[in-house]
């Protein structure tokens, strides 16, 4: 069964406080990692997608790498309108072909 | 980027009414899509697979003759909520499949549609 575990469920930053977020996952065959960041009573917005160890992917102070065992996504000099919900999910295969596994989230919220 | 419509936004009915939510796949034909629900400080339950032209397929637990799902094109799914109650209020959020290419792809999510049932 796949598994994917976020950490830590949340995290304080000061602004300009660099950090990174873990993900951690089992599953048999990866299809692909994804990262997304919810804004509270909105959808997810769609950050990333890994496919390989040793990918990398940047957007703006967003950079997301991935191991065979665990993703993190890297914060660099975080704002304040950085503050949401970091989730990552990955896509079964078979029988529930792209049926997403999510994490619990981390929970980020940056002080100005 | 992919752009995947709700609507509507919100929606407050009475108990006992019907209530149909549409998920649009605006730049890209999606031939599945997801529909969650999520409860406050809690991450997105799905509830269904929404295949174009054919059965939804229904999570375990979720009532398929509650939560009615149709996908008739390949750009649109809907999602009625049947004699909804107080407990079915909740926040709705559907996603669209996008192929990037071979063995790739991306889901992206919808706005989210907030029912309130009275």
């Known amino acids: 069964e796949d598994q994917v575990t976020q950490s830590p469920e949340a995290l304080r930053l000061q602004e300009g406080e660099s950090s990174s977020l873990n993900c951690s996952y089992t599953v048999s065959g990866l299809r692909g990692l994804f990262w997304y960041r919810q804004d509270p009573g909105k959808g997810p917005e769609f950050l990333f997608t890994?496919?390989?160890a040793g990918e990398e992917k940047e957007k703006e102070r967003l950079k997301a790498t991935l191991t065979k065992k665990e993703s993190f996504l890297h914060i660099t000099a975080p704002k304040p309108e950085d503050s949401a919900t970091y989730l990552c999910?990955?896509?079964?295969?078979?029988?529930?072909?792209?049926?997403?596994?999510f994490g619990q989230g981390t929970i980020l919220t940056v002080h100005p | 980027g992919a752009v995947v419509s709700q609507h509507p936004s919100w929606v407050i009915c009475k108990s006992g009414t019907s209530v149909k939510i549409e998920c649009r796949s605006l730049?890209?034909?999606?031939?599945?899509m997801f529909w969650y629900r999520q409860f406050p400080k809690q991450s997105l339950m799905l509830m269904a697979t929404?295949?174009?032209?054919?059965?939804?397929?229904?999570e375990q637990g979720v009532e398929k003759d509650k939560f009615l799902i149709n996908h008739a094109s390949l750009t649109l799914s809907t999602l009625t909520v049947t004699s909804a109650h107080p407990e079915d209020s909740s926040f709705y959020i559907c996603?669209?499949?996008?192929?990037?290419?071979?063995?790739?792809?991306?889901?992206?999510f919808g706005p989210g549609t907030r029912l309130l049932v009275l």
């Open positions: 730049d890209f034909q999606a031939t599945t």
């Open positions: 996603s669209a499949r996008r192929g990037e290419a071979a063995f790739k792809e991306t889901q992206y």
């Open positions: 929404s295949n174009e032209g054919s059965k939804a397929t229904y």
């Open positions: 890994l496919y390989s």
């Open positions: 999910a990955i896509p079964a295969g078979g029988t529930s072909y792209g049926k997403l596994t």
